[in-house]
């Protein structure tokens, strides 16, 4: 929204600044020829949905990501409206659970968040390896607690000063 404002400000500038007469200090036939305007770089497409754009429900429910909501890329904002939308039909620990997480995810940097998403795509992959820490951890909480206390690593033991 910045940036329209102040391209629409840049505009009106360079408008203003066109309409008013250049005095002539010098006669026509001297004149330098034209110089060639700078090609414009084409404006960057706004990306939709705009915050302001969203009901106020999804901006209830996504305000942990309203600040940084102007650089998500098309898809994850997909994404987030597509759990907005969710949201009302879940269970409220659910509900809590996914605000807990969506403000984790906004503290989150760029180069953070690209390594969890990298990580999750490694977990997604190998199935067969996830399916097998399910079984183990079944497994481990089926033993009784003298057992599981036996696997437990020792406790740290504490540095004297």
């Known amino acids: 929204?910045?940036?329209?404002?102040?391209?629409?400000?840049?505009?009106?500038?360079?408008?203003?600044?066109?309409?008013?007469?250049?005095?002539?200090?010098?006669?026509?036939?001297?004149?330098k020829p034209a110089a060639k305007p700078a090609a414009k770089k084409p404006a960057k497409a706004a990306v939709r949905p705009a915050w302001a754009e969203l009901t106020a429900e999804q901006q209830q429910i996504l305000a942990p990501l309203k600040d940084d909501w102007e650089?998500?890329?098309v898809e994850r904002r997909k994404k987030w409206i597509g759990i907005?939308?969710?949201?009302?039909?879940?269970?409220?620990?659910?509900q809590a659970r996914v605000q807990r997480r969506m403000q984790a995810w906004a503290k989150l940097t760029p180069e953070?968040?690209?390594?969890a998403r990298e990580s999750y795509k490694n977990i997604a992959k190998d199935k067969d390896r996830h399916g097998d820490l399910r079984e183990?951890?079944?497994?481990?909480?089926?033993?009784?607690?003298?057992?599981?206390?036996?696997?437990?690593?020792?406790?740290?033991?504490?540095?004297?000063?």
Do not use: H
């Open 1 to 31: 929204m910045l940036r329209i404002l102040l391209a629409a400000l840049w505009l009106c500038a360079a408008a203003g600044a066109a309409a008013q007469p250049v005095p002539d200090a010098a006669p026509k036939a001297a004149a």
């Open 71 to 73: 650089n998500l890329a």
């Open 84 to 94: 907005a939308k969710r949201y009302p039909g879940m269970k409220p620990e659910e």
């Open 112 to 115: 953070q968040r690209r390594q």
């Open 136 to 161: 183990q951890w079944a497994e481990y909480q089926a033993l009784p607690p003298e057992e599981r206390q036996s696997l437990a690593p020792p406790p740290a033991e504490k540095k004297r000063r």
